[in-house]
């Protein structure tokens, strides 16, 4: 069973920058889509940022020019750069492979923003 493994959140102050990254545990071009979701308590995960196999990527109008995904074919790892971090942005990020129709899931990485 393929594994996700999120690493990089933390505690920083609006305005602040931080890397995420998710280590995959087998050939990261074996997924049709690598991505990045957020989920706050209570509500629904939420799609942040994804990139295809094909290396076109996607973003949420809400992290529109202030976020930037990656992947590292080398290392089987993908990134998610964040960048002019608002209280906002603080929730648990988590980091999606996908293979036609079947998602897996790392387990999250908080990330807290302070004012």
């Known amino acids: 069973q393929v594994q996700l493994v999120e690493s990089g959140g933390g505690s920083v102050q609006a305005g602040g920058s931080l890397r995420l990254s998710c280590v995959v545990s087998?050939?990261?071009?074996?997924?049709?889509?690598m991505g990045w979701y957020r989920q706050a308590p209570g509500e629904q995960r939420e799609l942040v940022a994804t990139?295809?196999?094909?290396?076109?990527?996607a973003y949420a109008d809400f992290v529109k020019d202030r976020c930037d995904i990656g992947r590292d074919g080398a290392k089987n790892t993908a990134y998610l750069q964040m960048t002019s971090l608002k209280p906002k942005d603080t929730t648990v990020y988590y980091c999606?492979?996908?293979?036609?129709?079947?998602?897996?899931w790392g387990q999250g990485t908080q990330v807290t923003v302070s004012s």
């Open positions: 999606n492979g996908r293979v036609l129709t079947r998602n897996s």
């Open positions: 087998e050939n990261i071009f074996n997924f049709n889509a």
């Open positions: 990139i295809n196999v094909g290396g076109k990527t």
